[in-house]
């Protein structure tokens, strides 16, 4: 079927019939785009174009609005499969309209965290959700270690970066994720540009905020991937 081309000053019947028929290869265009879309979601084949997640994907590399990204979200999940990245942190959205807890003046941890068990014998890493236990990747793991407190038995808990150089990079990157082309404001993380296993500090300079996405995207790729950070202010 041909899209009808559109002339001005045709009979009734006519503008019927066509607009009839632009419709009808609309909705069979909208299907197919949606297909295409939950193929691209269900497969994280974003990740091999460059983007963190499938709502960077949509609004970054399809020009949608968020609503429209949403809609479309909303029609690919009907599928048997949701993404793990992206459904962790759903739970983090999800957890936006909970009551806040008083925290004690001067403290200074994430506004909303997921706790993970890591055995100690196998170093699998652990996640409780209303759907069960879901075991974590390595890239989720060094994720988590990057910006976390960590807790062991009979031991008062300990932030992997202190709450004052949490704060300085976080002003420093004006509370924004530092990659190319994201800028969001929302699920930032603190990384480590050099992993604290390859003896990287947590001199500032080794710091950067990243949004839980492009966290994640960073530590699955793997490799040097400061070219794709954006400079603050005074040049870093």
């Given at each position: 079927?041909?899209?009808?081309?559109?002339?001005p000053?045709?009979?009734?019947g006519?503008?019927?019939?066509?607009?009839?028929?632009?419709?009808e290869?609309q909705?069979?265009?909208q299907?197919?785009?949606?297909?295409?879309f939950?193929e691209?979601?269900?497969?994280?084949?974003?990740?091999?174009l460059?983007?963190?997640?499938?709502?960077?994907?949509?609004?970054e590399?399809?020009?949608?609005s968020h609503?429209?990204?949403?809609?479309?979200?909303?029609?690919?999940?009907?599928?048997?499969?949701?993404d793990?990245g992206?459904?962790l942190?759903?739970?983090?959205?999800?957890?936006l309209?909970?009551?806040?807890v008083l925290?004690?003046r001067?403290?200074n941890?994430p506004?909303?965290q997921?706790?993970?068990h890591?055995?100690p014998?196998?170093?699998?890493a652990?996640?409780?959700?209303?759907r069960?236990?879901?075991?974590l990747?390595a890239?989720e793991k060094?994720v988590a270690?990057c910006?976390?407190?960590i807790?062991?038995?009979?031991?008062?808990?300990?932030?992997?970066?202190?709450?004052?150089?949490?704060?300085?990079?976080?002003?420093r990157?004006?509370?924004?994720?530092?990659?190319k082309?994201c800028?969001?404001t929302?699920r930032?993380?603190?990384?480590?540009?050099?992993?604290r296993?390859d003896?990287?500090?947590?001199?500032?300079e080794?710091l950067?905020?990243?949004?839980?996405?492009?966290?994640?995207?960073w530590h699955e790729?793997?490799?040097?991937?400061?070219?794709?950070?954006?400079?603050?202010?005074?040049g870093?």
């Open positions: 079927m041909n899209m009808p081309e559109f002339r000053a045709r009979s009734a006519e503008a019927h019939q066509s607009l009839r028929q632009s419709l290869i909705d069979q265009a299907y197919c785009a949606v297909l295409w939950a691209i979601f269900q497969r994280g084949l974003y990740r091999d460059g983007f963190s997640s499938m709502n960077q994907y949509a609004e590399g399809l020009g949608f609503s429209r990204t949403r809609d479309f979200m909303q029609l690919a999940k009907v599928g048997p499969v949701v793990k992206e459904w942190l759903d739970i983090v959205e999800r957890s309209n909970t009551d806040p925290l004690p001067g403290s941890p506004p909303h997921i706790h993970i890591e055995c014998g196998c170093t699998e652990r996640v409780a959700s209303p069960g236990e879901i075991l990747s890239a060094e270690h910006d976390a407190q807790h062991r038995a009979s031991q008062a808990n300990k932030a992997t970066i202190p709450p004052k150089t949490r704060r300085e990079v976080l002003a990157d004006r509370n924004q994720c530092r990659r082309g800028q969001h929302r930032l993380h603190i990384h480590h540009l050099e992993t296993a003896g990287g500090s947590n001199d500032i080794n950067v905020t990243l949004c839980a996405g492009c966290h994640h995207l790729q793997g490799g040097d991937l400061r070219a794709l950070l954006t400079t603050v202010p005074d870093r």
